[in-house]
């Protein structure tokens, strides 16, 4: 069942349960779902309603230092079905390199490989509503006479996107208003949690509405479900300082915050302009779910990138109409931003300015929405390209808590965030290897939109809001924040779910692996549960 808290009447309302989980975004409604098949009772606290609203939303904003980063309120949306709710759908497994330990990289590699996720990626297709779990180039493209470029695939091969921008909130509110034994509570903020008086687990989680309902909630397990910023925060809160919180013995609670840093590099100028770029461009198979598609990019191989010692990309062409350089203005970027919020793209709010900046230049956005209107079809003598990188998992890269409060009275996530050198020579690289690869097979090459250097490229990398990293998984408590199966060290009621827990992040969007990962831990709670734990 789904139960609006406002509905709660003040001083303090309390509730039991079995699990007790927070956040209703992918991660959360994920658990919730395995476990709602075992009969035990969970209640998940969700800090939002069933849409957008401003007022939850503000409970995002917080402070930015280092790079440039979007502001934090339109990184991330409070609302059942979480930030499914403006995402863009594009999913991938990580790669099995992004898995293991590479020594030109800090910050190891994963508990586990890639063969443990397997069978989880294999659901999460199933709860994404993706089709089949099926990445090889050859299932998808060449019926319809695309065909990818013929590259050497040890330096850059073609590599397939599932796309569906499902948002779970819409796709699964029946099966939880239809579950007896889940309790959804909406517009309920967790404030902390509260350990045990021997302070080996977690006893309660305390909660609030913004409308002053007090709720504290009880269970044999909890799981944070909140998302890479505020999972680390709820655990700084969660203690008499942020270095004595829950979890936070060693001081990693915060730490090793990434992004994928992404960036518009410049263009594709193929040899021959008749060529088609069908094979890279949206595309809907027969037999696909509704609203589901495939698509192609190209990343590099696994033998380029332990030969230059580079950090895992991709690189995806833009439809053919964004090739002209009247895209590269600020104020058609305004627009395809505004445009984006129009259409359930991105968080609300700010259209209209967005909108305001574009029409500084009205002659631009014309000439713009008339290529939108004009040009199509596969072939074009000018692409430009979408790049999305991997970046170094550093422990300087944090979340901490900021002097600023909220209006339910808690600090304000602090996100530090800065390109390392390593970052800044891996992009570089990684383009350059690009044309290199394009030239050597004769097909094109690549022109830069800016001049190879450090600082230009620093300047014009931006936040893919992929908030990841910030309660690292590791076997060793002396190097992450949680075990193998999420679970925080030295606390034994306490797991975690979502991206906050990724060692490494690879170019890959988050959202598939976080489903596959809270499929997993769901599979782990049950048969906690079934053992009596």
């Not at 980063?69 to 099995?96: E, K, M």
């Not at 994963?110 to 989880?120: D, I, N, S, T, V």
């Not at 949680?482 to 925080?488: E, I, P």
Request: with cysteine.
């Amino acid at each position: 069942m789904i139960i609006d808290a406002r509905s709660y009447r003040p001083p303090r309302s309390e509730t039991d349960c079995d699990v007790c989980i927070v956040g209703a975004g992918p991660a959360g409604l994920t658990v919730a779902l395995e476990l709602a098949r075992t009969g035990r009772s969970i209640v998940v606290l969700e800090s939002g309603g069933w849409g957008y609203d401003g007022r939850a939303q503000r409970l995002n904003e917080g402070e930015v230092l280092g790079h440039s980063y979007p502001a934090l309120r339109s990184t991330r949306a409070s609302a059942f079905g979480g930030s499914t709710l403006v995402w863009a759908g594009w999913c991938r497994p990580l790669d099995a390199i992004d898995f293991e330990p590479r020594s030109w990289i800090s910050g190891g590699g994963w508990p586990f490989g890639p063969e443990e996720l397997a069978p989880f990626y294999r659901r999460a297709h199933e709860i994404c509503r993706l089709g089949p779990f099926d990445y090889e180039v050859a299932s998808w493209i060449g019926s319809s006479g695309a065909r990818p470029l013929p590259l050497d695939e040890r330096s850059i091969r073609t590599t397939m996107f599932h796309v569906s921008p499902l948002p779970f909130g819409d796709a699964y509110r029946r099966d939880f208003e239809r579950a007896s034994t889940v309790r959804v509570l909406l517009h309920a903020s967790a404030l902390r949690l509260h350990p045990e008086p021997a302070g080996l687990g977690i006893a309660s989680a305390s909660a609030t509405t913004l409308w002053g309902s007090q709720l504290e909630v009880t269970a044999r397990h909890f799981v944070l479900a909140g998302g890479g910023i505020e999972n680390a925060r709820l655990l700084l809160l969660s203690g008499d300082s942020p270095e004595r919180s829950v979890g936070n013995a060693r001081g990693l609670v915060g730490r090793y915050f990434t992004e994928h840093p992404f960036l518009h590099p410049g263009h594709f100028v193929p040899s021959d302009s008749r060529r088609s770029l069908a094979a890279y461009l949206p595309a809907r198979p027969q037999g696909m779910p509704p609203g589901a598609s495939v698509r192609a990019g190209l990343s590099l191989g696994r033998d380029a990138l332990e030969r230059e010692r580079l950090m895992n990309a991709a690189f995806v062409i833009r439809p053919a109409y964004e090739g002209h350089p009247v895209f590269d203005s600020p104020e058609v970027a305004a627009l395809l931003e505004a445009w984006e919020k129009l259409r359930g793209r991105g968080v609300p709010g700010g259209a209209a300015a967005e909108l305001s900046r574009a029409l500084k230049k009205p002659h631009r956005v014309v000439a713009a929405l008339w290529r939108r209107l004009a040009v199509r079809g596969p072939m074009a003598s000018r692409w430009a390209l979408r790049a999305f990188f991997e970046a170094e998992s550093v422990a300087t890269n944090r979340i901490t808590l900021s002097n600023e409060r909220d209006a339910l009275g808690r600090p304000r996530p602090r996100v530090e965030w800065r390109l390392t050198d390593l970052d800044i020579a891996s992009m570089r690289g990684c383009f350059r290897l690009l044309d290199e690869t394009l030239r050597a097979a004769g097909v094109g090459r690549l022109e830069l939109a800016f001049p190879d250097e450090p600082d230009r490229w620093s300047a014009a990398a931006f936040g893919g809001k992929h908030h990841m990293g910030t309660t690292r998984m590791h076997a060793s408590p002396d190097r992450g924040v949680v075990d193998a199966d999420g679970k925080v060290h030295g606390v034994r009621n306490l797991f975690l779910a979502g991206s906050s827990v990724f060692p490494t992040a690879g170019f890959a969007n988050p959202t598939l692996t976080i489903v596959a990962l809270a499929a997993r831990l769901g599979e782990r709670l049950r048969q906690i549960l079934a053992a009596g734990g």
